[in-house]
């Protein structure tokens, strides 16, 4: 379909937030299975949280379980992720990504994805 587009990265201090929204058009938005995954300089691209098409089921990678939360507007073909509590570790370019499933179960590994954002920075300072 079309590639998602994100939004709401920037600079903040530790302990801030910032919420990140995603759109992604098409028709059959609500049988995307939609994910963030972060990636820093060196480092590889790592899954930050999914959620299924209805997002009755989520998952969070354990360094941000608690801090984390994803959630889904089908009618406006939105997704965000809200961050609490952010630390320099969690410095990285965020990346929204999604691909239609047959499944409605999240998918936590980034082959699985087809379409991605172009990115959207996140810089946490101390």
């Known amino acids: 379909q079309v590639e998602p587009v994100e939004s709401g990265g920037g600079l903040v201090q530790t302990g801030g937030s910032l919420r990140l929204s995603c759109a992604a058009s098409?028709?059959?938005?609500?049988?995307?299975?939609m994910g963030w995954f972060r990636q820093a300089p060196g480092r590889e691209r790592e899954v930050v949280a999914a959620i299924t098409w209805s997002g009755g089921r989520t998952h969070y990678a354990d360094p941000v379980k608690g801090r984390f939360t994803i959630s889904r507007d089908n009618a406006k073909n939105t997704v965000h992720l809200q961050m609490n509590s952010l630390k320099p570790e969690d410095t990285a370019v965020y990346y929204c990504a999604y691909t239609i499933s047959q499944l409605d179960i999240p998918l936590v590994n980034r082959n699985d994805y087809l379409y991605w954002g172009q990115g959207t920075q996140v810089t946490v300072s101390s």
């Open positions: 098409g028709r059959t938005f609500s049988r995307y299975c």
